[in-house]
């Protein structure tokens, strides 16, 4: 008789999403091969992540609380028309959390140094890798509005919702993963980037600040195990 296998649990709180469009020849080497850019509107996007896990649990275990992470990711569909994220980095100030996301979950993840500053409703948020490259990410943000549900059909449905993940396994293959989350609720956000050298370290220069932010309160989330596509 198989055992289930409990996927990653996260309870997150306090995220920006700053979205970029970008042309697709800008990512189509950032991502497995038997891929494709997904697009809104003839862009493809890319989305700087920062936020605070409340909890991280791995396989029913309970691993850490109140870790701080960076993540940058890309959208892609698969051969079978499934839309997924693929995770260009993540920046975590946990080396546990970092090292269980990349062995386990097959994810770029990288022990980092984030310190999360708040001043009343504006937020500043600066990330500094560990090792020889030191790349940085530094946003100041402020929430506008009210979080609710994001619409269906629209930019903000297809940068937030996504139900899949998509990594590259030993030997090429190809391995997809889920996300399960009730909908994020969102609001409109300002943002300020006035540091990026971290997209630079992923080989994306998106140009200018972010054309989209959203900011949303929090949601819990599980992440499954890899499956061979």
Do not use: K
Not at 18 to 35: E, K, L, N, Q, S
Not at 36 to 43: A, N
Not at 72 to 98: C, E, K, W
Not at 161 to 175: D, H, I
Request: proline share 8%; aromatic share 6%; hydrophobic share 40%.
């Amino acid at each position: 008789m198989s055992i289930a296998v409990r996927p990653l649990s996260l309870a997150l709180s306090d995220a920006c999403l700053a979205h970029w469009p970008v042309a697709a020849g800008t990512i189509r080497d950032r991502i497995p091969d038997w891929t494709e850019p997904d697009r809104f509107d003839d862009s493809a996007w890319v989305s700087a992540i920062l936020l605070s896990i409340d909890r991280f649990d791995a396989f029913g275990v309970p691993v850490r609380r109140d870790v701080e992470a960076v993540i940058l990711r890309t959208y892609v569909s698969t051969p079978a028309g499934q839309r997924a994220i693929h995770f260009l980095s993540l920046d975590v100030n946990d080396r546990l959390v970092a090292d269980a996301m990349r062995n386990l979950f097959r994810l770029p993840a990288h022990h980092a140094t984030v310190r999360r500053l708040e001043d009343g409703d504006r937020t500043e948020v600066v990330a500094r890798r560990r090792g020889q490259d030191r790349a940085r990410l530094a946003v100041t943000y402020t929430p506008v509005g009210e979080p609710g549900p994001t619409a269906p059909d629209t930019l903000s449905s297809f940068l937030v919702e996504r139900e899949r993940y998509v990594a590259t396994g030993p030997l090429g293959s190809r391995l997809v993963g889920s996300v399960g989350h009730p909908p994020w609720p969102v609001q409109p956000a300002d943002a300020t980037v006035t540091e990026r050298s971290l997209l630079d370290a992923a080989d994306i220069d998106p140009a200018g600040e972010p054309s989209l932010v959203h900011y949303s309160p929090g949601v819990e989330m599980t992440i499954g195990t890899l499956e061979r596509a």
